[in-house]
């Protein structure tokens, strides 16, 4: 999934890139709110984690627009303050979930799959496709039974073919929404990707290159 984070904590915002990153999401990260605004207009985000009290155009401000200009990501609110008028506040802007600092990167984590399974069409949090099973929660892919070592890109890999249902997705799709800002458009990251990734799940094959089109399981 792809998120984008608007943290203007720096070494919050660094860290929380990281473990996502880790999970096999796609992160972007801004430090204000004019930034996080011109980001969302560019990029469809599946997530968008903001932080409330930001210089400039705070939180809520940003969240607001967001909302009135039908942007489709999900909207996790980050605060420094906790209390019960405080969320309610916060869920009233339009944000759909509410997290108070200092909170636990699991629950981050957990809070922000959430989300994304609202998506339009939602995705299942365990996906198959025969013997191929794949846990998005618990992040392991297994094959007739057997554990892959896949590590965090080729897991999302898989995730995002699987979620897709048979569709075909192009290169520039997996680009776009499993790796972030920093990945070069014009390399060949994806293809090597999905070569080592038919590697370990074996035979028979699953993905199916259609030519001039993309890939799909």
């Not at 939180?59 to 605060?79: A, K, N």
């Not at 297994?142 to 897991?155: F, I, N, Q, S, V």
């Not at 290169?171 to 038919?198: M, Y």
Request: hydrophobic share 45%.
């Amino acid at each position: 999934m792809r998120v984008l984070v608007v943290e203007d904590h720096l070494e919050l915002a660094e860290s929380v890139a990281r473990v996502l990153r880790r999970e096999g999401m796609a992160i972007d990260v801004v430090h204000d709110g004019a930034a996080a605004l011109e980001r969302a207009e560019l990029t469809s985000y599946d997530v968008v984690v903001l932080d409330r009290d930001l210089p400039g155009i705070h939180g809520d401000e940003v969240c607001d627009r967001l909302i009135s200009r039908g942007v489709p990501s999900r909207v996790l609110m980050l605060t420094a303050s906790g209390t019960l008028a405080d969320r309610v506040e916060g869920l009233s802007l339009g944000a759909d979930d509410y997290l108070a600092k200092p909170f636990a990167y699991a629950e981050l984590v957990a809070r922000i799959r959430a989300l994304a399974r609202r998506a339009q069409p939602p995705v299942p949090p365990v996906l198959t496709n025969g013997d191929l099973r794949l846990d998005s929660g618990q992040r392991i892919a297994t094959r007739a039974g057997l554990r892959l070592a896949l590590t965090p890109k080729e897991l999302a890999v898989l995730e995002y073919l699987l979620a897709a249902r048979g569709r075909v997705v192009s290169s520039e799709e997996l680009l776009e929404r499993v790796w972030d800002e920093a990945a070069d458009p014009f390399t060949t990251t994806v293809k090597a990707t999905i070569n080592r990734l038919r590697a370990k799940l074996g035979d028979p094959p699953l993905i199916e290159t259609v030519p001039r089109s993309g890939y799909r399981i």
